[in-house]
């Protein structure tokens, strides 16, 4: 089956720096994906690595190891509005938009 | 750009009857997809549209079916509800295989 594990909480202080793990099994792996969804809210897309290394999006980073089945979210100078979940999710196919997702990670920003 | 419109936002259904859910993606975007989320199962796939036509089918019972028409537009239905098909029901929408997911604010259906 395919699966993606990542911690269930993480919490952190206001400007500090927090990385969320994702390790995946899956079969047919095209890419991660990384989403924030806050609560009541959509899902928003944040970052996609289809390749091996780091992507950098202003004060979020996505980093991917292939060879480790193993990613990583990076999120810099936390602030109190990135308190939310985030969710990893691994494409599973070339030719379409079907996401498995893992679990989802609670990240809870304190003053 | 307006972006992905889902309605209604809240449903209240009863055991046994059936569901119609309605998605309209973001203008020129040809891909819809429709996700399941609940507290214990998370996110699950459970079907993808590219012009009209379904390119993936998630691990869910031939109760769930859904269509998309010629303008992108899509529906998904839920046929002989059951207790357990209580959740937030998110469609998402995207303009090629390599592009990310753009999600409505989602459907949440309660079965009583």
């Known amino acids: 089956g395919q699966s993606l594990e990542q911690p269930s909480e993480v919490t952190a202080v206001e400007g500090a720096i927090v990385q969320i793990n994702c390790t995946y099994q899956t079969s047919g792996f095209y890419g991660l994906s990384w989403y924030q969804q806050h609560d009541g809210g959509a899902p928003t897309f944040l970052s996609y690595?289809?390749?091996?290394g780091l992507e950098e999006t202003g004060r979020f980073s996505s980093f991917l190891s292939r060879s480790d089945s193993y990613g990583y979210l990076l999120l810099q100078e936390l602030q109190m509005k990135d308190s939310a979940s985030y969710f990893c999710a691994a494409r599973l196919d070339n030719a379409g938009n079907m996401l498995t997702f893992g679990g989802g990670t609670r990240l809870m920003v304190k003053p | 750009k307006a972006g992905v419109t889902q309605t209604p936002r809240y449903l209240i259904k009863t055991r046994g009857q059936q569901v119609t859910l309605s998605c309209s993606p973001i203008?020129?975007?040809?891909?819809v997809s429709w996700y399941q989320q609940t507290p214990g199962q998370g996110l699950q796939f459970l079907f993808e549209y590219f012009s009209e036509t379904q390119r993936n089918k998630g691990n869910f019972p031939g109760r769930f079916s859904g269509r998309q028409f010629s303008n992108s537009r899509s529906e998904m239905n839920v046929s002989t509800l059951e207790l357990g098909d209580s959740a937030l029901y998110l469609c998402a929408s995207s303009g090629d295989s390599n592009s990310p997911l753009h999600f409505g604010n989602g459907t949440r259906l309660t079965v009583t």
């Open positions: 203008s020129g975007h040809r891909s």
């Open positions: 690595n289809a390749l091996d």
